[in-house]
């Protein structure tokens, strides 16, 4: 299994451009979901799904776009990209486990710069 | 709201020693609590997952434990090595079971 895979690994976008982060699982899970790094504030979630057509809200949606239409891939589009959404961005994947819980899997993450 | 804190922000000690991470949080109505490890410029590796009906969780030099009740797990790691120089994330979920709040993280650096 190749786990949780994101492209690109390294963006730079000037400010105004859009572009979308991918993100696949091959580990059929139904939980995926984004977060952002940055320093000094921890990760912080952005949207996520508990299947697919399934989308909802975390903690920092604004100017961010998801759709599950697929088990396997949650894209992540950044609609008109902003300074202040200079970050490394983590997709992460999970299920429900023995006694309730979800262990979650993360990609390796996409270096995102916004000039 | 869950609210997750580490304490130091960073750590350095001499190879070979035993120690202790920190982690606490503000909703003790948990499911689980999960650390993490990260290397500079890398994606988060799952080390433990510590269940709510566990007190502990054992992955061969590493220990991680769950107070519920006092909001707290640590994470000891024994007999320290270099290669044992990351970040330390521990993060507990919000919301229901499937969304995670993250501490800041605790930089360890094993002195060799």
């Known amino acids: 299994n190749a786990g949780v895979t994101q492209t690109p690994k390294f963006q730079v976008l000037k400010t105004g451009q859009s572009m979308t982060l991918q993100c696949a699982q091959d580990?059929?899970?139904?939980?995926m979901s984004w977060y952002r790094q940055d320093p000094g504030m921890g990760l912080r979630l952005i949207h996520y799904?508990?299947?697919?057509?399934?989308?909802d809200q975390g903690e920092v949606p604004n100017g961010y776009n998801v759709s599950r239409s697929t088990t396997e891939d949650f894209p992540l589009r950044l609609l008109s990209a902003a300074p202040s959404q200079t970050s490394v961005y983590f997709c992460?994947?999970?299920?429900?486990?023995?006694?309730?819980?979800?262990?979650?899997?993360f990609g390796p993450g996409t270096r995102l710069t916004v000039t | 709201k869950q609210e997750v804190t580490q304490i130091p922000a960073a750590l350095s000690v001499p190879e070979g020693e035993n120690l202790v991470l920190n982690c606490s949080f503000t909703?003790?109505?948990?499911?689980?609590l999960q650390w993490f490890r990260q290397d500079p410029g890398k994606g988060l590796t799952s080390l433990l997952l510590?269940?709510?009906?566990?007190r502990e969780q054992t992955s061969g030099r590493l220990n991680a434990s769950l107070d519920k009740s006092s909001g707290r797990s640590t994470l000891y790691i024994a007999a320290s090595q270099p290669g044992d120089s990351a970040t330390y994330l521990c993060?507990?979920?919000?919301?229901?079971?499937?969304?995670?709040?993250f501490g800041t993280g605790t930089r360890l650096t094993i002195i060799p």
């Open positions: 992460a994947s999970s299920s429900l486990g023995t006694g309730g819980s979800y262990e979650q899997y």
């Open positions: 909703d003790s109505a948990i499911y689980n």
């Open positions: 799904s508990v299947g697919a057509g399934i989308t």
């Open positions: 580990m059929n899970h139904e939980y």
């Open positions: 510590i269940q709510s009906s566990q």
């Open positions: 993060a507990a979920p919000y919301f229901g079971n499937e969304k995670l709040t």
